[in-house]
């Protein structure tokens, strides 16, 4: 403090004492004993200082938004300091700093204690919302559930829970514990459900696992007997998708062994067939006389004579059995096309001659067509295959069908 400011507030003698100068007289605070005047006078003005000092930090920290109630508590203690303060300087001009700064605090306290109560009602606006995201997880109806997902959801809204707990303005205990209470129960509901969902989930491998497994042994001893038995390996695969999944590695294990005897018994049903077929070769010569006898029916000129012609064709062919599966289609369509032809002359004779007529001669050859289309399929196989004879039967085949079918005027 200058000279001039020294002898404003305070004096000091040459002994060492000092007093503080004020409005209403002077007071003795001390002495320094072995000082000058000068050095005594300092000594006192620098414990002044140390209180401006404090004071400037008060009102810094209350400009500056610190917590109203510790900078109360150093206005408090500024004032305790202040009563008879051993110093030398402007007491009364630091006094009226502190009443300012008192004032200052009810301001700050009064603004904080709003912004506490708003942080307080957005976090438990927030907290409430967190509750509500897994109650309404929780109301989900079980069928649209995902519940291989559920844990993990439950762990993220646990996640946020507890992240606002730790970074938001602490809520009183009751509605705390209300607000636990229910995201408690919404998690509990969540974990049993999953945990039932799980467990019927394993029962219903287990169940599906144990039927699979009879259902493979039961193939493995078809595909044991020495006849091809696929209808009823077909019926033990209808049973198989009926009886769910037993889990993904099981499921393929088994599935495995169930269509290995399945290739088994569909390889003896190809070995058959080709016994079979070399069986019915000579049925198959028989059926073409056949064919040939009631081709030469059409076309049809005389419509009885045909009918009961066909009649005993179509007995004959009866008698003679089956033929070759590869054979079967071509030889049955070759006889349709002759029904179909004979039954379009018997109808045209009972229907007017003019429209009526014609639209027959369309559907017959709309049969007759599609029976084209049918050939040459099979045309296109048998060459494809390499079958030399089978090509030759059915080139013989479409030649006289399209024949009949330029015969009907349509073509």
């Not at 938001?168 to 969540?190: I, V």
């Amino acid at each position: 403090m200058s000279e001039t400011h020294q002898q404003q507030f305070g004096r000091a003698d040459g002994e060492g004492n000092v007093y503080l100068i004020t409005g209403d007289g002077e007071r003795w605070v001390g002495q320094v004993t072995g000082a000058t005047a000068e050095e005594a006078l300092a000594f006192y003005s620098r414990k002044f200082q140390d209180l401006v000092g404090q004071v400037t930090l008060a009102e810094q920290r209350a400009r500056t938004g610190a917590k109203a109630r510790d900078v109360r508590k150093s206005v408090t203690a500024l004032d305790e300091a202040l009563k008879e303060p051993t110093v030398v300087g402007d007491l009364d001009a630091l006094r009226t700093r502190v009443d300012a700064l008192r004032t200052q605090v009810d301001a700050l306290e009064s603004k904080q204690q709003e912004q506490s109560a708003q942080a307080l009602a957005e976090a438990a606006a927030q907290r409430e919302a967190i509750v509500e995201k897994i109650e309404q997880l929780a109301a989900t109806p079980v069928a649209n559930i995902r519940w291989k997902d559920v844990h993990a959801q439950v762990e993220q809204i646990f996640g946020e829970w507890k992240e606002h707990q730790r970074t938001t303005a602490r809520l009183p205990k009751q509605q705390a514990d209300a607000l636990w209470a229910r995201f408690k129960q919404s998690r509990r509901k969540l974990e049993d459900g999953r945990r039932a969902f799980f467990a019927s989930l394993d029962e219903q491998h287990r169940t599906a696992k144990q039927t699979k497994q009879q259902l493979v042994e039961e193939a493995q001893k078809l595909a044991e007997q020495a006849e091809p038995r696929v209808n009823d390996y077909r019926a033990l695969l209808d049973r198989w998708k009926a009886a769910g999944r037993a889990g993904a590695k099981v499921d393929d294990r088994l599935w495995e062994q169930f269509k290995a005897a399945g290739d088994v018994i569909f390889a003896k049903k190809q070995e058959h067939d080709a016994v079979t077929d070399a069986e019915y070769a000579e049925n198959l010569q028989k059926k073409e006389e056949v064919l040939t006898r009631a081709e030469a029916l059409l076309p049809v000129t005389d419509w009885k004579a045909a009918r009961s012609a066909l009649r005993r064709l179509q007995d004959e062919w009866d008698e003679i059995g089956r033929v070759p599966r590869a054979s079967m289609r071509s030889v049955e369509a070759r006889l349709h096309a002759v029904e179909t032809a004979v039954k379009e002359a018997e109808d045209a004779h009972w229907s007017k001659r003019n429209s009526e007529k014609s639209d027959r001669a369309t559907g017959l050859a709309a049969q007759l067509q599609q029976s084209i289309t049918d050939l040459e399929a099979d045309l296109a196989a048998a060459e494809a295959a390499g079958d030399a004879e089978k090509t030759a039967e059915i080139t013989k085949a479409l030649e006289t069908q399209r024949s009949w079918l330029k015969a009907t005027g349509i073509a």
